[in-house]
């Protein structure tokens, strides 16, 4: 580790409790103000300490640079983990190029705007009768009856899992996300008997997701359908299939990225459509500003708050000389609230300008979210759906937000209509 100047962290970034109400914007505002990177001592799980990127343009230099900044080097959350766990949960998000490429290739045509646009007409019979439901009820919890259940029905439905499994995804799902809390699974749970520190996220339900993926995965080989399950067992990367275990954790990562990241924006958009009303009846009046509101959603929500990345050789970023081996986490909770890149970031525009864009997505480059155009048309058909209904929420109650440094997740939202 290096670094001459060394600004420390005026939060404790390695407490889940400093994300306990929400993002903690004063916090980062002060990082944002030093001039070099802001220094995060040892403390919880992470045993060496990290440099905190918080400002907008160095999470797009890290995030643009992989020789520098490896994904593969060391584990991409904060806390650090044996090789041997390193490799029994690689999948393309822990991967550098050109192995990263290789692997994203075979599913990338499956995320493209024109592909994702196939899935329009089910995103909106999902989210119709999700709000059905809790219009009969006159309300509710908005997480588990709408923003829960509409993206991981989508994504499951675009691997192949069938519909009666989606409730044993969601809850697989959640446990992961508890697993970057501080509310432990039992180690056994699910019938686990792998070490947990092999599991993502240290949780046997990474293990049970597994044992899902392998069933289903010989059930498709067997009998293939038109899904992304049958498409990746009867991938070739440089001519060999996908191992057993490849296989599992590519599902792993699809369902959980493709399910918590986008509950949250659900989540947080409900909170957003009760505070700032204004913003959407001006959309309402004018569907072409959907786009920006769906953009605004996710920078306000920022539903990942960091990623982390390992300095491969010495260099030097923002002034502040890294070391090979040192630890960079981007937080993007904070890029996005960016003072030299977003006017007034703490106000909630609906019509902010997308370009330059936003990072709750990545800083861009080779990891760049790969189901950006999926989320952003569920959250874009969820606003239009909100707005066709008139759909108003009479209270809301205080959100009760997920206890992670990792995710900005929201566990319960009471609303009544
Ligand atoms: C609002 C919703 C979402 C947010 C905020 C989000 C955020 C992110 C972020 C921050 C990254 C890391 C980018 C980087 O390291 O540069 C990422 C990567 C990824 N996301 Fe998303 N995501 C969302 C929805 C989805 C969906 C619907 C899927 C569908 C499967 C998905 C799949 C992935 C995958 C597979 C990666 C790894 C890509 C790679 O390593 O090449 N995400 N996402």
Not at 43 to 62: E, K, P
Not at 203 to 213: C, D, G, I, L, W
Not at 224 to 248: I, M, Q, Y
């Amino acid at each position: 580790m290096s670094g001459v100047e060394r600004p420390l962290a005026p939060i404790d970034l390695n407490d889940a409790g400093t994300f306990a109400a929400g993002i903690p914007h004063d916090g980062f505002a002060e990082m944002r103000a030093n001039p070099g990177l802001t220094w995060s001592p040892p403390g919880g799980a992470d045993r060496t300490g990290f440099w905190a990127v918080t400002r907008h343009a160095d999470v797009v230099s890290v995030s643009r640079n992989t020789d520098t900044y490896s994904s593969a080097v060391g584990h991409i959350q904060i806390y650090d983990i044996d090789e041997d766990a390193l490799a029994a949960r690689a999948s393309m998000i822990d991967l550098d190029p050109p192995i990263h490429t290789r692997l994203r290739r075979l599913v990338s045509a499956a995320f493209t705007p024109r592909h994702v646009e196939r899935y329009r007409q089910s995103i909106r019979r999902r989210i119709r009768s999700r709000l059905d439901v809790l219009a009969a009820d006159g309300g509710g919890d908005w997480v588990s009856t709408v923003a829960a259940p509409i993206p991981i029905g989508v994504i499951c439905e675009l691997m192949g899992v069938p519909e009666q499994d989606h409730r044993y995804m969601i809850e697989l799902s959640d446990h992961l996300v508890a697993g970057t809390a501080n509310q432990p699974l039992d180690p056994g749970a699910y019938g686990n008997s792998t070490e947990l520190r092999l599991l993502p996220f240290n949780s046997p339900a990474a293990f049970a997701m597994a044992n899902y993926a392998t069933e289903l995965g010989a059930r498709r080989l067997r009998e293939p359908e038109d899904d992304l399950v049958t498409k990746l067992l009867h991938a070739e990367v440089e001519g060999e299939r996908l191992s057993e275990e490849e296989f599992a954790n590519f599902f792993r990562l699809m369902i959980f990225a493709g399910n918590e990241t986008t509950r949250s924006s659900m989540a947080h958009l409900a909170l957003h459509r009760h505070w700032y009303a204004d913003a959407f009846q001006r959309v309402d009046g004018d569907r072409s500003l959907l786009g920006s509101l769906t953009e605004e959603v996710i920078r306000y929500s920022s539903p990942i708050l960091y990623f982390r990345r390992t300095v491969t050789a010495d260099t030097e970023l923002a002034g502040t000389g890294l070391a090979a081996g040192d630890k960079v986490v981007m937080w993007y909770a904070s890029a996005n609230f960016d003072e030299a890149v977003f006017d007034e970031p703490a106000d909630f525009r609906p019509d902010r300008p997308t370009l330059p864009p936003h990072v709750g997505f990545g800083g861009g480059g080779a990891h760049f979210c790969l189901g950006a155009s999926l989320a952003r048309l569920e959250v874009s058909e969820l606003i239009a759906e909100l707005l066709d209904r008139g759909l108003r929420f009479a209270e809301i109650g205080q959100p009760r937000f997920v206890e992670s440094n990792f995710v900005n997740g929201i566990e319960h939202l009471d609303v009544e209509l």
